[in-house]
């Protein structure tokens, strides 16, 4: 079997095109091109071969990319000069760039057996280390077994994958050389075969076909052949997943509520000792005070040291201030108890008014709480009962219907307007499901464009926008 005809196997479906699309695929040719031996057309440059430059350390190894047919003349020619060391791509590509995330089809893996480092296999040969190990080991039959003049490559071809599937084939390819380690399958991931009827330079053996057979494979059967998890146990373990991050995030959202409450109860609690100061009073609720905070910061997980210094900064705050020793032991609490005093509790033992709660925000009771809730949801703006953000995106989404009406697109408005497209388009769908709230709006652009146009141009306009399904037949029907 030619070198070519294998090629072609590997590679069915270099010219295939998908609709409209008529993007050329690229098959590469890695070899040390600066060797006086090596073929390279005269009008390397104007054939579309891109050169994809190596470090020094590599010898003068790089990748160049072809189309179709120049890459396969390139393949005869390697062949039947019997040029050294020779590869070609697994994979061909959507330009003439040879990187993963430009890869149009995946065609085949391809094993590759460094069984000669293994010392109980390197005296073999790689027909018998094949027949002997490889084969009987191997789940299914590889497409084509080739002698790479020192080791061997074991190639399974596969239908038509997409590079949507780059992820799974990774993942299968992964697994397929784990299991076959043992006989020195390298671990890296082999994208390039050596071409048949070249030459190994370091053996000076020349690259022969062991043995071929018809098979196809699909990415389906492989990853149930090859990958430990079936399709349900991945759900089922992203399902886990998703809900252990879940409960992370609860209970990160709860630690951070908690320290939220802690310096609004430290701020409350600077607030009293100041009032409290103003009014002469010097005692009777600085050891409550300092043991209550103690207990919510000990519940809150924040660490001793920082505790010990909020205690005695609360305490430098008195007029006649507890010592340090009074501060650190007699306000510390005997244990860290499974509940702390609720705030209404708080107010009791500490003994807050009415009137120095009105200068408080945690320290509160339940109505004044209620109240304050009250107030700062009814910070609004007099525009329709809407905050300072909501009238922002109100402004931004009148700024969109009347840009659309001017035939503006979504990239230009996202411009204009400093945001994103998705924000654009969220804010389209956003109008056509609220129309309601733009409808004065609306109304003034169709008096404005009957107008100018008169009402029949307008019926006309909005079938158009209906046709090629702009967003503008929507609000102006």
């Known amino acids: 079997m030619k070198a070519r005809e294998i090629v072609s196997y590997i590679h069915p479906d270099m010219n295939k095109t998908y609709g409209d699309n008529e993007v050329i695929c690229h ?91 293994i010392k109980k296999y390197k005296d073999l040969t790689a027909e018998e ?31 038509h994958a997409p590079y949507q599937c780059t992820e799974i084939y990774k993942a299968i390819y992964h697994h397929i050389v784990v299991s076959q380690k043992q006989f020195g399958a390298d671990a890296k991931v082999s994208l390039s075969t050596r071409v048949p009827g070249s030459l190994n330079s370091k053996t000076g053996r020349i690259v022969t076909m062991i043995e071929h057979t018809d098979c196809r494979y699909k990415i389906p059967e492989l990853a149930k052949i090859f990958l430990p998890y079936t399709k349900e146990e991945v759900a089922e373990y992203k399902n886990k997943k998703k809900t252990k991050l879940e409960d992370i995030k609860r209970k990160n959202r709860k630690g951070e509520r908690a320290k939220s409450n802690l310096r609004s109860l430290k701020t409350d609690l600077i607030k009293l000792i100041e009032i409290r100061n103003e009014q002469g009073i010097n005692s009777g609720y600085r050891e409550m005070l300092l043991y209550l905070y103690w207990e919510r910061a000990q519940k809150t997980k924040l660490d001793e040291q920082a505790i010990s210094k909020n205690i005695l900064e609360l305490n430098s705050l008195f007029i006649m201030p507890l010592s340090k020793k009074e501060a650190l032991t007699r306000c510390r609490p005997a244990q860290e108890y499974k509940y702390v005093t609720s705030i209404s509790k708080m107010i009791k033992k500490l003994d807050i008014s009415e009137d120095e709660q009105k200068h408080l925000f945690y320290l509160v009771d339940t109505k004044r709480s209620a109240s304050i809730r009250q107030k700062k949801c009814r910070k609004k703006g007099k525009i329709m009962g809407r905050s300072e953000a909501e009238q922002a995106r109100h402004k931004r989404r009148e700024m969109v219907i009347k840009g659309l009406t001017q035939g503006k697109s979504a990239s230009v408005l996202a411009s204009e307007l400093c945001v994103v497209k998705k924000t654009i388009i969220a804010d389209c769908k956003y109008i056509q499901s609220h129309m309601h709230e733009f409808a004065k709006l609306i109304d003034e652009i169709k008096k404005s464009l009957i107008n100018q146009y008169g009402k029949t141009v307008l019926r006309s306009l909005i079938d158009h926008f209906k046709e090629v399904d702009s967003p503008l037949w929507h609000f102006l029907s």
């Open 27 to 117: 098959g590469s040719i890695l070899k040390d091109w600066s060797r006086n031996d090596a073929f390279l057309p005269a009008h390397y440059h104007e054939l579309g071969a891109m050169r994809i430059e190596y470090d020094d350390e590599i010898k003068g190894f790089h990748d160049l990319t072809f189309t179709e047919n120049r890459f396969k003349q390139y393949i005869d020619k390697a062949e039947a000069d019997a040029e050294e060391d020779v590869y070609f791509s697994i994979n061909s590509f959507w330009n003439r760039k040879r990187a993963e995330k430009n890869i149009r089809h995946l065609n085949a893996f391809a094993v590759d057996y460094d069984f000669y480092r």
């Open 129 to 159: 280390m094949y027949e002997r190990y490889i084969k009987p080991s191997l789940p299914i039959s590889p497409t084509f077994v080739i002698n790479s003049g020192r080791g061997l490559y074991c190639i399974f071809c596969i239908d």
